[in-house]
């Protein structure tokens, strides 16, 4: 767990944090708000039983919920069930793109996503692990749950993740009814969801990926390149074409078309990404260590620390790393 707030703080140090969002409104509550985010109902329900109608309730909320998903994450990746392969785990994920959107969108719906997503890769094995999964990420962001339970469909078809196809299928119903029915209220009251707004901001987010490109792909994954790239390498030719299509094609493309970019690959390939980075990393480290290669954590810690997380927003910008600590200085100046 000291490790794991270690590299929360590092990824502090490298993303800084921005609050996003806007104060919670529960006279309506719960019908769903005439906004993008309308049947995102996690912060908006939390602030509603607590009474929390500031303007930085979402925000100590979604902190509330990352700080519940690193502590799973902590948990889940002791050192007495991975060992070594438990903390090579935690850089990949909190130093690359996934530690990167939390900080940087503290108030929105992400945390949500990240914390669910995570439950499914460790208990997805189980149709309860799967249940909780999907109601945490629907409780963020139900169009997103779908793609992402999609996503993870898709690598199941690889022996290694066969026996998780069930309860993903599963999962995946889950997610459509959850979504199908959030989107009739929706319908109901007369407000649209996030559907409603790809047309109107298609051109945009073409504009931002590819204003972008090739940076773009870089920073849908980070670090996480290196351990996708063994997979592939590792794979036949089939099970590379299901594995490209859970982790990278199918949420590359919503990304493309989105305004938000980086944060929507997360949101959408998180479940998958996870689920096989638990499965592959430990098998490459006792790869690296017959070919002579020692002290992995060293060497991938250096490598995240210095490899740029790169993240890039809705203004087209890129976010790069410690632009904070420049603008800090700049201020001074």
């Not at 490298?14 to 019908?31: C, F, M, Y």
């Not at 990167?100 to 439950?119: E, I």
């Not at 909780?132 to 999609?150: D, R, T």
């Not at 993740?161 to 009814?177: K, V, Y």
Request: glycine share 12%.
């Amino acid at each position: 767990m000291l490790f794991v707030i270690g590299l929360a703080l590092i990824g502090l140090l490298k993303a800084g944090v921005q609050l996003v969002g806007t104060s919670a409104a529960l006279e309506s509550w719960p019908e769903p708000l005439p906004t993008a985010d309308s049947i995102s109902y996690g912060n908006r329900s939390i602030a509603f039983i607590l009474g929390w109608e500031f303007a930085g309730a979402y925000a100590r909320i979604s902190l509330c919920v990352s700080v519940v998903a690193l502590v799973v994450l902590g948990f889940v990746l002791r050192p007495g069930r991975y060992g070594v392969d438990g903390r090579l785990l935690a850089i990949v994920i909190i130093l690359g793109p996934i530690g990167q959107v939390l900080m940087t969108n503290v108030g929105g719906h992400d945390a949500w996503m990240f914390l669910g997503a995570l439950v499914t890769a460790v208990f997805g094995r189980t149709v309860g692990g799967v249940t909780a999964g999907v109601v945490l990420m629907s409780l963020g962001n139900p169009e997103q749950a779908v793609i992402a339970m999609g996503c993870l469909l898709a690598i199941t078809l690889i022996p290694n993740f066969r026996e998780r196809r069930r309860s993903t299928l599963f999962g995946l119903l889950l997610a459509i009814a959850l979504l199908g029915a959030l989107s009739l209220y929706a319908m109901h009251v007369g407000v649209s969801t996030r559907g409603g707004y790809i047309e109107g901001y298609l051109l945009q987010g073409l504009h931002n990926f590819f204003i972008n490109f090739p940076l773009s792909l870089f920073a849908i994954l980070g670090i996480s390149w290196i351990v996708v790239g063994w997979i592939l390498a590792d794979m036949s030719n089939r099970n590379r074409l299901f594995f490209l299509i859970g982790i990278v094609v199918v949420p590359l493309v919503f990304t493309a078309i989105t305004v938000d970019q980086t944060r929507v690959f997360v949101g959408l390939s998180g479940a998958a990404l996870m689920t096989a980075l638990l499965d592959a990393v430990p098998r490459m480290r006792r790869r690296a260590h017959l070919i002579g290669l020692r002290n992995p954590l060293a060497w991938t810690l250096l490598v995240a620390v210095l490899l740029p997380a790169v993240l890039i927003t809705y203004t087209g910008a890129p976010n790069v790393p410690y632009a904070w600590i420049f603008g800090k200085i700049a201020a001074i100046n």
